[in-house]
Structures are given as C-alpha cells and as structure tokens.
Nanobody, 122 residues
Framework: QVQLVESGGRWVQAGESLRLSCAAS????????MGWFRQAPGKEREFVAA????????YYADSVQGRFTISRDNAKTTVYLQMNSLEPEDTALYYC???????????????WGQGTKVTVSS
C-alpha cells in the first residue's frame, strides 16, 4: 500500500482559492489512480475528484466541476487539488485516497490519508 499525507487545509473566506497537497510514499505512486474525498460535519464522506495513473484522465463530482482541478506530479509523488471560488458548502475534512484504478476509486480505495481541514467562511 501507499502512505498518504495531506496538507494545505486552512480557513479562507468565500470566493478565495486554496490548493491542497497529498504526498505519497511507499509503493510506486504512478501505479495508483488518486482521488480526493471530503466529509462535512454531520455528513457522509463524499467523492470530490479523481485522476488516472498518468494524469491524462480526470473526473469530478458535479458540485465541484468547473471550480476544482485535480492534478498530479509523479516525479514528486504528489497529488494536488486546486480549489477556486470556494463556498461555505465546501467546508469539510478533505481526504486523499489511492486506488488500483479509476473504476474502483469511488467505492474501494486501498489507502487513505488522515485528512486536512478546510473551512470556508461567508
């Protein structure tokens, strides 16, 4: 498995931007599709975005499409989530995840990070 550590979460005001990072270590990073999930207070964890092993393909939840961008740097074994036009509804604990492929990312990731907190104030 791959070990994941998220960073970059903080308090921001609505409309601002933020970039989250997830550093991976362990087995070969480029062997995994990567994703971001989030869990708001009192709610279930939900899928946010995913990126294929090469970075050629990405997929987003409808709620963030057009505002968030997922990317990866295989040389740095890091995946990013650029979040623009943040809304109070984006407030959540954001988790990084790794999966063997994009098809199972939303259901059975093999590794999770510990999460990084994002708070968006109106």
């Amino acid at each position: 498995q791959v070990q994941l550590v998220e960073s970059g979460g903080r308090w921001v005001q609505a409309g601002e931007s933020l970039r989250l990072s997830c550093a991976a270590s362990g087995r070969t990073f480029s062997s995994y599709s990567m994703g971001w999930f989030r869990q708001a207070p009192g709610k279930e964890r939900e899928f946010v975005a995913a990126i294929s092993r090469s970075g050629a393909n990405t997929y987003y939840a409808d709620s963030v499409q057009g505002r968030f961008t997922i990317s990866r740097d295989n040389a740095k074994t890091t995946v990013y989530l650029q979040m623009n036009s943040l809304e109070p509804e984006d407030t959540a604990l954001y988790y990084c995840a790794a999966a063997v492929n994009m098809y199972v990312m939303r259901t059975t990731p093999s590794s999770w990070g510990q999460g990084t907190k994002v708070t968006v104030s109106s």
